[in-house]
């Protein structure tokens, strides 16, 4: 089946430092990849999503690459700020008849302190 | 402003009661989803529904019944729930099956039983 694993958290970095967030995939044929983002008290939004391998997805100084080869769509920031403190989900994405379905994973708590 | 509207956004009731939570997207999207997130759990697809036909139904209790008036309109109908039940549901839609196509999420409805 489908499955996608991330990196445990909780991550507590301080403001400006380098964000690494690991994410790896199994998947039976060629999936999309997203990561996507959920501020405290709110829903999930989209951060970025890549549909093929080697594409990059970014999005507020966010940056992931499909690695085929890997299986794996690590989110980056280089540069991470009070305000991206969140947590983060990584998910893959098949069609289904007419639907989309979202396998997710566990998802990463990150916080930043200024 | 996401697109995707749930209400209401906090929900305390008790086992005995019957409640309903209502999503409504408007983004012209032809398929809704209701996902469970509970704490330390990944998020748990529980319906899907795709031109107001439920296509997707994953081992959910009966307590829970969703009903798709409309491609614009989904609600989750409660009744005899349990204090596990307890969690934040989120509403998603998106527009068919294309490749990349994105699923937008509703800020979530946080529900509490009692």
């Known amino acids: 089946g489908n499955s996608v694993t991330q990196m445990e958290g909780p991550v507590t970095l301080s403001e400006e430092a380098f964000l690494t967030i690991n994410c790896t995939y199994t998947?039976?044929?060629?999936?999309?990849l997203f990561w996507y983002v959920q501020y405290p008290g709110e829903g999930l939004q989209l951060l970025l999503k890549a549909t093929k391998a080697d594409d990059k997805g970014s999005n507020k100084g966010f940056e992931a690459t499909y690695r085929k080869e890997t299986t794996s769509f690590h989110l980056e920031k280089g540069s991470v700020q009070v305000s991206d403190s969140a947590v983060y989900f990584c998910a893959l994405g098949f069609s289904s008849g007419s639907a989309r379905q979202l396998t997710f994973g566990s998802g990463t708590q990150l916080t930043v302190l200024p | 402003e996401t697109g995707v509207t749930q209400t209401p956004r906090h929900l305390v009731m008790g086992m005995t009661n019957k409640k309903s939570l209502k999503c409504e997207q408007h983004?012209?999207?032809?398929?809704m989803y209701w996902y469970k997130q509970s704490a330390k759990k990944p998020l748990e697809l529980m319906f899907v529904y795709s031109l107001e036909e439920r296509v997707e139904n994953n081992s959910v209790p009966s307590r829970f019944s969703p009903e798709c008036p409309n491609s614009s309109h989904l609600f989750l109908h409660l009744h005899t729930l349990q204090p596990e039940d307890s969690a934040l549901y989120l509403c998603a839609s998106s527009q068919g099956p294309g490749v990349g196509n994105t699923i937008y999420f509703g800020e979530g409805s946080w529900l509490t039983v009692v």
């Open positions: 998947a039976t044929g060629y999936p999309s």
């Open positions: 983004l012209g999207h032809n398929a």
